[in-house]
């Protein structure tokens, strides 16, 4: 049963970075295309960053691209997302996902929270 685990959120001052990982302990990554999504307070859940584990393709959100990246470890055990440039309106809660490519998401991750302060 795939297990996804978010870590690394915490506090930190704009302007400044975070890396959020992702697993599924004891495995590796579950689908082909995996993807950070984030809900900020008050809105619904959005799409931030994506990539396509073969195909090596990542795409982003126009509000994080530029600042946020997306990548996988060699061994296709961990999902990044390295943050910089962090703003006030970054904060929220960040899942992984699994999914099919081109389709709906399979997996969720619990969520790990990322506060930002001015």
């Known amino acids: 049963q795939v297990q996804l685990a978010e870590s690394g959120g915490g506090s930190v001052q704009a302007g400044g970075s975070l890396r959020l990982s992702c697993i599924d302990p004891?495995?590796?990554?579950?689908?082909?295309?995996m993807d950070w999504f984030r809900q900020r307070p008050g809105k619904e859940r959005e799409g931030g960053a994506g990539i396509n584990l073969s195909a090596g393709r990542t795409s982003y959100a126009d509000s994080v691209q530029g600042r946020f990246t997306i990548s996988i470890d060699n061994r296709r055990e961990i999902l990044y997302l390295q943050m910089s440039a962090l703003e006030h309106e970054d904060a929220g809660m960040y899942y992984c996902?699994?999914?099919?490519?081109?389709?709906?998401?399979?997996?969720w991750g619990q969520g790990t929270q990322v506060n930002v302060s001015s």
């Open positions: 996902a699994g999914r099919v490519c081109g389709g709906r998401v399979l997996y």
């Open positions: 004891g495995y590796t990554l579950p689908r082909e295309c």
